[in-house]
Nanobody, 124 residues
Framework: QVRVVESGGGSVQAGGSLRLSCVISGYATSDGFFAWFRQTPGKQREGVAAIRSSGGTTYSDSVKGRFIISRDNAKNTVYLQMDMLNPEDTAMYYC??????????????????WGQGTQVSVST
């Protein structure tokens, strides 16, 4: 059984940084592809970063240059380093694991396994 557990969220001031962690069990991070999504109430879930088994990455325009997705295969963990945070980054952040690529690395239907989310709040 695959489990996805996020941690690392919190409250920071604008300009600050946070690092989110996503521990995967039952599925090797070296074999699959993973992504971080975020969602605010009343809005659709937005893909922000994805990492493939090759190590290749994809970012949304809204976070490119500020966020970095990475993984540690020895720890079976995927990270999201978030720098230069601004209030528009406030959201629940979700980690997801995919099995079969269906054409869009940042689209929710591409992913099968999801965590419960970790809240990020950025104040002015």
């Amino acid at each position: 059984q695959v489990r996805v557990v996020e941690s690392g969220g919190g409250s920071v001031q604008a300009g600050g940084s946070l690092r989110l962690s996503c521990v995967i069990s039952g599925y090797a991070t070296s074999d699959g592809f993973f992504a971080w999504f975020r969602q605010t109430p009343g809005k659709q879930r937005e893909g922000v970063a994805a990492i493939r088994s090759s190590g290749g990455t994809t970012y949304s325009d809204s976070v490119k240059g500020r966020f970095i997705i990475s993984r540690d295969n020895a720890k079976n963990t995927v990270y999201l380093q978030m720098d230069m945070l601004n209030p528009e980054d406030t959201a629940m952040y979700y980690c997801a694991a995919g099995l079969s690529y269906i054409g869009n690395w940042l689209s929710p239907p591409t992913y099968v396994y999801w965590g419960q989310g970790t809240q990020v709040s950025v104040s002015t």
